[in-house]
Protein backbone atom coordinates (compact mmCIF):
# COMPACT_ATOMS: atom_id res chain seq x y z
CA UNK A 1 0.00 0.00 0.00
CA UNK A 2 1.61 3.40 -0.77
CA UNK A 3 1.43 6.32 1.43
CA UNK A 4 -0.72 9.29 0.69
CA UNK A 5 0.82 12.67 1.42
CA UNK A 6 -1.92 12.53 4.05
CA UNK A 7 -0.08 9.42 5.84
CA UNK A 8 3.37 11.25 5.85
CA UNK A 9 1.62 14.44 7.26
CA UNK A 10 0.14 12.44 10.25
CA UNK A 11 3.80 11.17 10.66
CA UNK A 12 5.24 13.99 11.24
CA UNK A 13 2.42 15.08 13.48
CA UNK A 14 3.28 11.82 15.69
CA UNK A 15 6.56 12.15 15.80
CA UNK A 16 6.32 16.05 17.01
CA UNK A 17 4.04 14.40 19.50
CA UNK A 18 5.87 11.76 20.49
CA UNK A 19 8.89 14.10 21.21
CA UNK A 20 6.44 16.13 23.32
CA UNK A 21 5.48 13.07 25.17
CA UNK A 22 9.22 11.77 25.80
CA UNK A 23 9.91 14.95 27.23
CA UNK A 24 7.31 15.49 29.32
CA UNK A 25 5.69 18.76 30.84
CA UNK A 26 8.87 19.94 32.04
CA UNK A 27 11.39 20.23 29.45
CA UNK A 28 14.70 19.58 31.01
CA UNK A 29 17.75 20.34 28.87
CA UNK A 30 20.20 19.18 31.53
CA UNK A 31 17.90 15.57 31.78
CA UNK A 32 17.94 15.31 27.85
CA UNK A 33 21.64 15.71 27.30
CA UNK A 34 22.35 13.18 30.32
CA UNK A 35 19.64 10.56 28.57
CA UNK A 36 20.98 8.97 25.90
CA UNK A 37 17.86 7.00 25.27
CA UNK A 38 16.15 9.83 25.92
CA UNK A 39 18.62 11.68 22.97
CA UNK A 40 18.08 8.27 21.06
CA UNK A 41 14.93 8.45 20.83
CA UNK A 42 13.95 12.16 20.15
CA UNK A 43 16.75 11.91 17.26
CA UNK A 44 14.88 9.46 15.87
CA UNK A 45 11.90 10.89 15.44
CA UNK A 46 13.39 13.44 13.74
CA UNK A 47 14.81 10.85 11.10
CA UNK A 48 11.19 10.53 10.85
CA UNK A 49 9.74 13.89 10.31
CA UNK A 50 12.78 14.74 7.55
CA UNK A 51 12.03 10.92 5.81
CA UNK A 52 8.64 11.60 5.77
CA UNK A 53 8.74 15.72 4.44
CA UNK A 54 11.72 13.99 1.85
CA UNK A 55 8.50 11.64 0.50
CA UNK A 56 6.10 14.40 0.58
CA UNK A 57 8.18 16.28 -1.26
CA UNK A 58 8.87 13.14 -4.03
CA UNK A 59 5.23 13.24 -4.53
CA UNK A 60 4.03 16.79 -4.71
CA UNK A 61 7.09 19.19 -4.79
CA UNK A 62 3.99 22.06 -4.63
CA UNK A 63 2.84 20.91 -1.13
CA UNK A 64 4.17 23.70 1.10
CA UNK A 65 6.42 22.50 4.32
CA UNK A 66 7.67 25.85 5.37
CA UNK A 67 11.55 24.80 5.94
CA UNK A 68 11.53 22.02 4.45
CA UNK A 69 14.72 21.56 2.84
CA UNK A 70 16.15 22.20 6.30
CA UNK A 71 13.93 19.73 7.80
CA UNK A 72 15.33 17.04 5.47
CA UNK A 73 19.13 17.77 5.73
CA UNK A 74 18.44 17.92 10.06
CA UNK A 75 17.33 14.17 9.12
CA UNK A 76 20.66 13.82 7.19
CA UNK A 77 22.80 15.40 9.78
CA UNK A 78 21.51 13.07 12.56
CA UNK A 79 21.96 9.97 10.59
CA UNK A 80 24.96 10.71 8.56
CA UNK A 81 26.60 12.94 11.28
CA UNK A 82 25.46 10.97 14.01
CA UNK A 83 28.85 11.75 15.69
CA UNK A 84 28.34 15.59 15.33
CA UNK A 85 25.04 15.59 16.22
CA UNK A 86 25.19 18.94 18.76
CA UNK A 87 22.63 18.58 21.40
CA UNK A 88 22.21 22.47 21.75
CA UNK A 89 21.06 22.82 18.02
CA UNK A 90 18.48 19.29 18.69
CA UNK A 91 16.99 21.32 21.88
CA UNK A 92 16.24 24.76 19.46
CA UNK A 93 14.78 22.85 17.46
CA UNK A 94 12.60 20.92 20.10
CA UNK A 95 11.73 24.45 21.54
CA UNK A 96 11.27 27.03 18.37
CA UNK A 97 10.47 24.91 15.04
CA UNK A 98 8.35 21.88 15.72
CA UNK A 99 5.98 23.80 17.60
CA UNK A 100 5.57 25.77 14.27
CA UNK A 101 5.76 22.46 12.17
CA UNK A 102 3.03 21.24 14.20
CA UNK A 103 0.87 23.93 13.50
CA UNK A 104 2.02 24.11 9.71
CA UNK A 105 1.07 20.61 9.73
CA UNK A 106 -2.46 20.98 10.93
CA UNK A 107 -3.06 23.23 8.92
CA UNK A 108 -2.04 21.60 5.61
CA UNK A 109 -4.21 18.34 6.48
CA UNK A 110 -7.23 20.90 7.29
CA UNK A 111 -6.44 22.49 4.11
CA UNK A 112 -6.78 19.20 1.92
CA UNK A 113 -9.81 18.52 3.76
CA UNK A 114 -11.74 21.38 2.31
Known amino acids: MLHSIEMYLLDISNSI???F????ENKNFNEYESNKLLRRA???ELEIIGEATNR???IDPNVSIPNSRRIVDLRNWVIHAYDNVDNVI???IINKD??????QVSKILNDRKD
Not at 21 to 24: P, S, T
Not at 98 to 103: A, D, N, Q, S, T
Open 17 to 19: NSI
Open 21 to 24: DYLG
Open 42 to 44: VER
Open 56 to 58: ILK
Open 90 to 92: IWG
Open 98 to 103: LPELKI
